[in-house]
């Protein structure tokens, strides 16, 4: 397949919303509609040409972005469909990496839903141009002038109707274009045309100062003018079209073909910035056929059959087969091979690509999301052409993962690094101070389709369990103590005699190790067995089993014996004397505080505020956004938030997210601490029972 088309032919949209709002069911419709596909696809009964996951079809809703593309009207159009559930969040905002449309949807019976309301801002905060689509117009429980009135107070005066419902629920039987004609105006329709015609103009008109005058001075405006100024006022993120559609029955599609084809916003609508060296400024790169090749990977997958792909957005210049490519980030080379566009799981080859196309490259296995690549050569700098990368929001639902049987172990680090390469908001690390397996996603349903897809793909199972929290030890207060280890078993003894100071350093200031010994009561070769008997003992921690920080250890007197004294006998006695001193030096246990901040409905924010300081929260915050959203920053133990989003879940009925970050360590509480020691001290007399 050849281009036989430009860069100002293309749109490139990302459907999106939130879950269960009919996005796949639009999709399947826009390719059956425009005939890029022969079949219309159903998402309840697993033929959607995009829903193509295992694990998509067997949950019925969307895990991943998809890619398909169609034609209409001169106009060459990429689809992205992109998951729902704030769940997935991260393909949903890869998908709007890659386009300068959305289409919002909003279902008609259930009405605006918080993962619309994160996906509408962070829209428009990329400057893309935005559609609002009514869904399951035929639906019950429909009410066009509610939905409408709500998508303007929540997402501002600048959402407008472009056409008008004939009937709603299962009397919906038609579209009326708004800036069409206002003669014979069925009496099902739920607003008066005249009156969208009015909200439609005066928004439009404030875009453009000679539109503005023609309209007060009384003229009526051409449709023709009215439609090419819609444009740029999209442009501009003043003008946000709402229509309304019925992918069951067919109704709305494709008025909302033309309106993409006519106002969406084409690549060169975006200004896109590529990074050059630190300290200078970023240079805009412009969608120009003939440029230097830029391209950005806003997805990757690893197929058991075709290995890796990395789906990419074209920003400037041609590709072909033969095109020599450069990953900015690595430095590492290679030809550009096969080029592929998608419909779903389907890929068909073609011969080139330009800026603006959405394609997918085989076989560049060290392409990760947000790298840029380029070709060798050209007008610009390699170093000129990096793009920024694709924000994602951190994971914050940490699991530790242990395989069910003892062969799969070795397989588990792999099989999970494979997935967190194209998922970046599903981590993996192994914790180096508990030593456990932890991997961490947006939420449990994220982790249990992680888990689900290492099973299929890879035919390993895992248990998993809330990880355990990284505590440390230290001191309050000066302490000094003595050991001697004395042993004789026939033949060479152990001898070995340690007294030791301890004291505490400032937070943050780690170990130190003072020798103050005189006069040789400890040999020289001794001292540093005496240390690292110190240093062994702080890896395991005395009261909790949690390493210890901020002390400083002084050997300051001792005795040793010509023949029994070894290396190993001052370990030993060191140890010792280590534990006796701290025990005696008030230890404290530090735990992990984090920066949390949650944003809710404000219907929500009573319960928020309530259910914090139970958590051992302290509140250092609140603010308002649009959208009837309260934000509340805090600091809470991370103990007490380990599972948190299935708290703030149920709490706000799903409506309600968070991030949080690390900030500091800070002592546990005194009665807290007790009971984690006493967990301790009960599970270490258990495995000495067994």
């Known amino acids: 397949m050849t281009t036989t088309y430009h860069v100002g032919d293309i749109r490139n949209i990302a459907l999106a919303g939130h879950g269960a709002s009919g996005k796949t069911s639009l999709a399947d419709a826009l390719l059956y509609d425009s005939g890029a596909t022969t079949r219309r696809g159903s998402v309840d009964d697993g033929t959607s040409a995009l829903d193509v996951d295992d694990e998509e079809k067997r949950r019925h809703f969307t895990i991943d972005c998809h890619v398909g593309h169609l034609a209409w009207k001169g106009r060459q159009i990429h689809l992205i469909d992109s998951p729902g559930y704030p769940d997935f969040i991260g393909n949903a905002l890869s998908a709007l990496a890659a386009v300068e449309n959305v289409i919002v949807s909003v279902s008609g019976p259930t009405g605006i839903e918080v993962n619309t309301r994160r996906i509408f801002h962070e829209a428009g905060r990329l400057g893309l141009g935005r559609i609002v689509v009514i869904t399951k117009m ?21 959402c407008v109707p472009f056409n008008l419902p004939t009937g709603q629920g299962a009397a919906f039987s038609g579209v009326i274009d708004v800036l069409g004609s206002l ?29 503005m005058m023609r309209y007060l001075e009384g003229e009526t405006i051409d449709p023709i003018d009215l439609r090419h100024a819609a444009c740029s006022a999209m442009s501009s993120g003043q003008l946000v079209p709402v229509v309304c559609l019925s992918t069951r029955k067919d109704i709305g599609v494709r008025e909302l073909l033309d309106l993409v084809a006519e106002c969406g916003l084409a690549p060169d609508a975006i200004h896109r910035f590529g990074a050059i060296a630190e300290g200078e400024a970023e240079v805009e790169i412009s969608p120009a056929e003939d440029g230097t090749f830029v391209a950005q990977v806003f997805k990757t997958t690893n197929d058991l059959f075709m290995g890796k792909m990395s789906y990419v957005r074209i920003l400037s210049g041609r590709l072909t087969p033969e095109s020599t490519l450069v990953n900015l980030r690595t430095g590492k080379t290679t030809k ?24 997918a490259l085989a076989k560049f ?17 390699v170093s000129a052409l990096k793009m920024r990368p694709i924000k994602f929001p951190t994971p914050m639902v940490p699991r530790a993962v242990e395989a069910k049987t003892r062969e799969d172990e070795p397989k588990i680090s792999a099989g999970l690094a494979k997935i967190a390469d ?6 993996i690390r192994r914790d180096t101070q508990t030593h456990e397996l932890v991997i961490s996603g947006m939420s449990e349903l994220h982790l249990d389709v992680i888990q689900h897809r290492l099973k299929n793909r890879y035919k390993l199972d895992i248990s998993t369990h809330v990880p355990h929290v990284p505590y440390l030890e230290t001191i309050t207060g000066d302490a000094e103590a003595h050991h001697r280890h004395k042993k004789q078993t026939g033949g060479r003894g152990q001898f070995a005699d340690v007294q030791l100071r301890i004291r505490p350093r400032e937070r943050g200031a780690g170990f130190n190790f003072v020798d103050a010994i005189k006069g040789g009561v400890i040999p020289n070769q001794f001292i540093p067995a005496v240390e690292k008997g110190v240093k062994e003992q702080i890896e395991k921690g005395v009261i909790s089993g949690n390493p210890v920080v901020d002390v400083e250890v002084e050997v300051f007197f001792g005795g040793y014996h010509a023949v029994d004294s070894s290396e190993q006998a001052f370990k030993t006695a060191s140890a010792s004397a280590f534990r006796k001193a701290f025990a005696q030096a008030r230890p404290a246990l530090l735990e992990p505080i984090v920066a949390l901040e949650v944003t809710v409905p404000s219907s929500k924010f009573g319960d928020i505020t309530a259910d914090l300081p139970t958590r051992r929260a302290h509140i250092t915050g609140m603010d308002t956004l649009s959208g009837g959203l309260q934000v509340i920053q805090a600091t809470v133990p991370l103990s007490e938030v380990l599972r948190y989003a299935t708290d703030l879940k149920s709490m706000t009925a799903g409506q309600g997210s968070f991030t949080m970050e690390f900030k500091s360590y800070e002592p546990v509480p005194p009665n807290v601490q007790q009971q984690i020691i006493e967990r301790w001290a009960k599970s270490r007399g258990q495995v000495e029972e067994e």
């Open 336 to 359: 550009a091979g096969h080029i592929y566009v998608l419909q779903g799981k389907l890929q068909e080859e073609v011969s080139e690509a330009i800026a603006g196309d959405i394609v």
């Open 422 to 427: 194209e998922d970046p908001t599903f981590t």
């Open 138 to 158: 035929d639906a019950d429980n429909v009410d066009y002038v509610r939905d409408l009135e709500s998508i303007r107070e929540t997402f501002g005066p600048q």
């Open 183 to 211: 003669q014979d105006v069925p009496a099902d329709c739920p607003m008066h045309p005249s009156e969208a015609y009015q909200m439609l103009v005066e928004q439009i008109v404030e875009t453009d100062e000679d539109l």
């Open 365 to 381: 296995d060290d392409l990760h999301v947000s790298d840029t690549i380029s070709n060798i050569g050209g007008g610009q700098t």
